[in-house]
């Protein structure tokens, strides 16, 4: 294992981290897990992924966990190729500005992202790799299109991106997506590098990238899609970083940003 101090680049505004490598980079493209104390629903989702056998790199993105989930033996064994851990300042916008970085400075032609909580079928990662293949920049996992499954969705979140959040970034994007507060995607480095889109700026701090990314890089002309995916809650209590309806309130009014341009890097 090899263990380094990160500092940020002069061209990209990334936080200040820690990396720890277990293993030389191997495939095309990186799987992206940001977490922040998921605990044994982290770990279960980990040895899910290496039983797939989807063949990509793992790449940790932790926000600061202190619950004892990321212990070095239990990830090299299950396949995480790197631990990125924040120093810096920020939320999960900081986690994923670190995390493409790192992935762009490894060489990697593409990112496929996926929550640490669980809930993810991941056995889509294959279908993600596939479309990065084909050409695609940004791949929007759905589970609301044919072949995906929504499982014990809440009511209130189901019509929220139903009704809401999805139209509000189709009307923005000028492209139709049915799932847009959905974690599981695929970007290509093509558009991760691209300055018109400016991934690395301080203004992503937490939800933004995922309500500006699927607007700019359809508005930019860039391959744009969806994928089925699983997502399935839990029985009962809700598992969530998003508590509250300020919350949810806050993520509506990022989603009205991002689709009138208020994150482009020419905005005013």
Same mark, same amino acid.
């Given at each position: 294992?090899?263990?380094?101090?990160?500092?940020?680049?002069?061209?990209?505004?990334?936080?200040?981290?820690?990396?720890?490598?277990?293993?030389?980079?191997?495939?095309?493209?990186?799987?992206?897990?940001?977490?922040?104390?998921?605990?044994?629903?982290?770990?279960?989702?980990?040895?899910?992924?290496?039983?797939?056998?989807?063949?990509?790199?793992?790449?940790?993105?932790?926000?600061?966990?202190?619950?004892?989930?990321?212990?070095?033996?239990?990830?090299?064994?299950?396949?995480?190729?790197?631990?990125?851990?924040?120093? !810096?300042? +920020?939320?999960? #916008?900081?986690?994923?500005?670190?995390? &493409?970085? $790192?992935? =762009? /400075?490894? @060489? %990697?032609?593409? *990112?496929?992202?996926?929550? !640490?909580? +669980?809930?993810? #079928?991941?056995?889509?990662?294959?279908? &993600?790799? $596939?479309? =990065? /293949?084909? @050409? %695609?920049?940004? *791949?929007?996992?759905?589970?609301?299109?044919?072949?995906?499954?929504?499982?014990?969705?809440?009511?209130?979140?189901?019509?929220?991106?139903?009704?809401?959040?999805?139209?509000?970034?189709?009307?923005?994007?000028?492209?139709?997506?049915?799932?847009?507060?959905?974690?599981?995607?695929?970007?290509?480095?093509?558009?991760?590098?691209?300055?018109?889109?400016?991934?690395?700026?301080?203004?992503?701090?937490?939800?933004?990238?995922?309500?500006?990314?699927?607007?700019?890089?359809?508005?930019?002309?860039?391959?744009?899609?969806?994928?089925?995916?699983?997502?399935?809650?839990?029985?009962?209590?809700?598992?969530?970083?998003?508590?509250?309806?300020?919350?949810?309130?806050?993520?509506?009014?990022?989603?009205?940003?991002?689709?009138?341009?208020?994150?482009?890097?020419?905005?005013?």
């Amino acid at each position: 294992m090899t263990e380094t101090q990160q500092r940020p680049r002069d061209d990209r505004q990334v936080p200040r981290h820690e990396r720890r490598d277990f293993a030389p980079r191997r495939s095309r493209y990186a799987v992206v897990v940001p977490v922040i104390n998921e605990g044994e629903r982290l770990r279960g989702q980990l040895r899910r992924m290496h039983d797939c056998g989807h063949g990509l790199d793992v790449l940790v993105a932790d926000g600061g966990s202190t619950d004892g989930s990321l212990a070095d033996d239990f990830l090299a064994a299950h396949g995480v190729r790197s631990v990125l851990v924040k120093t !810096g300042p +920020g939320r999960l #916008g900081a986690q994923l500005r670190m995390a &493409f970085s $790192a992935a =762009l /400075d490894d @060489g %990697y032609q593409g *990112v496929i992202t996926v929550d !640490g909580n +669980g809930k993810d #079928g991941v056995d889509a990662i294959a279908r &993600f790799a $596939a479309r =990065l /293949d084909e @050409g %695609y920049d940004y *791949v929007q996992g759905s589970r609301f299109v044919r072949g995906g499954r929504a499982v014990n969705t809440p009511w209130s979140r189901y019509l929220a991106i139903r009704l809401l959040h999805a139209p509000l970034l189709s009307a923005g994007a000028r492209t139709w997506y049915t799932d847009t507060t959905n974690g599981f995607r695929g970007h290509s480095a093509r558009l991760l590098a691209d300055p018109r889109v400016g991934v690395f700026r301080t203004v992503f701090d937490a939800y933004e990238l995922l309500a500006y990314l699927p607007v700019r890089a359809a508005r930019l002309g860039l391959r744009v899609g969806e994928v089925p995916v699983t997502r399935a809650y839990p029985r009962g209590a809700v598992p969530t970083k998003i508590t509250k309806w300020s919350g949810h309130l806050d993520l509506l009014a990022v989603a009205a940003r991002a689709a009138t341009g208020r994150y482009d890097p020419d905005a005013g």
